[in-house]
């Protein structure tokens, strides 16, 4: 696809390419038959031809896709092309091809692997956005900024608080998806009706040797139409998506003429126009927030997929087949695009400080109001300090200048007072101490997550 470099991610996208599927259905295939040869229950000899008959790239996937447009589903062509090879090797040999599975343990364990591979790479991006964001935060954990609720100005925060929260976010989204994926990690098997029939009394024991060479779990039971395991992966996916987004909305309103507090990474050809020569686009910003916008839907797909009927699905189950690669391509490809943001995120702090500055103290309104509060009630200190607000911006003055015309005030607070309740660095709250707790977490937790 022509936008894959922008939306996606390469590593990604080449683990889930039709190659990959079909290579992953034919390793299912074959560690199949090697289960069941190592139990009994096909003869040993037919596994060197099954192996040597099951490269992808000696498949025709324009054909395959066209028969499973009749068939119903890509391992029923798969499945007869790779017999057809066999008994070109060892015509006895084809007779145990797929040898008591249906199409939809191939199928869903194929996905499982291709996930496996594929969501590892999403974590990875997660990482590196993370600890981006963690060095942004100690690097700017005193640096003032003015705080923002409603797209106004608030009191003022660090920029390293901003950040820090933006590495939280992250860790947790990392974590869910981590452990989503663990609870997806399992093998698919169970036949025709999820009795493992065929295979007598020794299906467990194809399924365990199944799952021990493939490193997934074995589920209690087959689990056709029971898709919470993905489900669950899909929306953790979604979640991280959204985590994203909210950042990269951040800092595309940074990055705004007239704000002008942070920028993404400059490069060769980035971010140009096609007609004005000094724009400077956040692209990263711009492709985090198309797939928050693309991904709830096929989020909300995998959700309504889930009620499938009996043993067996109709529709719900082929309704995942393009849904779930096509939601790990686009977290994929934002999650590369928020690590290389946060990477190269080149910020202005004197541009922060002038921006917080602008209110001429009447951003800061809310810290002369609790100092009043203390002396005449917390409603009659907000309805003075309010209207001195509106005054100041009114008049264009600054608020100190104001509060100190105001007897209601003087009388209890003098002017150093009310100039040092207006200074920015004095209402910061705990915010360097949130900035350290924060950081100390991320550090633990990443210690724990490489160690597992």
Known sequence: MIFDALFGDPAVDALLSDTSLVSAMLRVEVVLARAEAAIG????????????????????????????GSAGNLAIPLVRHLTGRVARIDADSARYVHWGATSQDIIDTAMVLQLCD????????????????????????????AGRSWLQHATPITFGLKAAGWMSALDRARAHVREALAGARVLQLGGASGTLAAFGDRGTEVARAMASELELAVPALP???????????????????????????????????????????????????????QKRNPVSSSVVLAASVRVPALVATVLAAMPQEHERALGGWQAEWETI???????????????????????????????ADITRGVSLAESVSMALAERIGKFDAHRTIGAAAKRAVAEQRPLAAVLAEMPEVTQHLNRAEIERRLQAENYLGASEQLVRDALALHSRERRGGAAT
């Open 41 to 68: 229950i096909i003869p040993a000899r037919a596994i060197d031809a099954i192996e040597q008959s099951a490269n992808a790239t000696d498949y025709d996937l324009a054909a395959l896709a066209t028969e499973a």
């Open 118 to 145: 594929a969501t590892a790479v999403v974590l990875a991006s997660l990482d590196r956005a993370s600890d981006a964001a963690a060095e942004l935060a100690q690097r700017y954990a005193t640096t003032l900024m």
């Open 223 to 277: 689990w056709h139409s029971s898709r919470d395991r993905f489900a669950t992966l899909a929306c953790a996916l979604g979640v991280a998506t959204g985590v994203m987004g909210k950042i990269a909305r951040d800092i595309s309103l940074l990055a705004q003429t007239e704000v002008a507090e942070a920028f993404e990474p400059a490069g060769d050809g980035r971010g140009g126009s096609s007609t004005m020569p």
């Open 325 to 355: 690669p096509s939601l790990v391509k686009l977290t994929a490809g934002a999650a590369r695009h928020t690590a290389a943001m946060l990477g190269g995120l080149e910020i202005d702090v004197a541009r922060m400080r002038a921006n």
